[in-house]
């Protein structure tokens, strides 16, 4: 009798792992350098760009079947440094983008991150090959001196909510100073 328990234990510990495990998916990464840090899904690949301690981009990100990408752009600058300006220039250079048909973009939100003034804005992406989902974001942080653009696309979502709590994954995870 106690050994059928002991094994009927071992099959409810083994299945409790492998529910876990599902919850648990994706496993995340840190990135971590220039002075800030964010988590990702560990799975997807992490690309530097112009980067150094004035100013770059960080983008990480996955395309296979599925189109998945976090894009972080920083610069070394003053208070003065305009958020919804930085907005405007990611808005516009999606625009330029051949392929983009149409850009529908949300309500402007202001809001705060780690006690900065941060402004996001919703957007849809509409191409020859369906629809991309994101978020941009952006706030100064006066106590690093960087200010930072933060962008999500994807197309593993379907509506202006899952868009936004993608988003929100990033930023609470995101740390400034
Ligand atoms: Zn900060």
């Known amino acids: ?6 094994l009927i234990l071992a099959m409810v510990f083994a299945l409790a792992g492998v529910m876990a495990g599902c919850a648990l998916t994706p496993e995340l990464a840190t990135y971590s ?7 990702y899904p560990e799975n997807y690949t992490v690309v530097e760009r112009d980067a150094n301690e004035s100013s ?6 996955v395309e296979n079947d599925k189109a998945d990408f976090f894009n972080v752009w920083y610069v070394k600058t003053g208070p003065q440094w305009n958020i919804e300006g930085a907005l405007e220039h990611r808005f516009s250079s999606m625009e330029e983008v051949e392929w983009v048909e149409s850009l529908y973009r949300g309500e402007l939100v202001e809001t ?5 003034r941060m402004v996001y804005q919703y957007y849809t992406v509409t191409h020859p090959a369906g629809k991309d ?6 706030f100064y942080c006066d106590k690093s001196g960087k200010g930072f653009e933060l962008t999500t696309l994807t197309n593993t979502v379907n509506s202006e909510e899952e868009a936004l709590e993608h988003f929100q ?7 400034c100073h």
């Open 133 to 138: 989902y994101g978020v941009v974001g952006a």
């Open 1 to 6: 009798m106690k050994r059928y328990l002991v």
């Open 112 to 116: 705060t991150k780690a006690g900065h």
């Open 169 to 175: 994954r990033y930023i609470d995870s995101f740390v």
């Open 56 to 61: 770059g981009t960080i983008r990480v990100g």
């Open 33 to 39: 350098n220039y002075g800030f840090s964010f988590q």
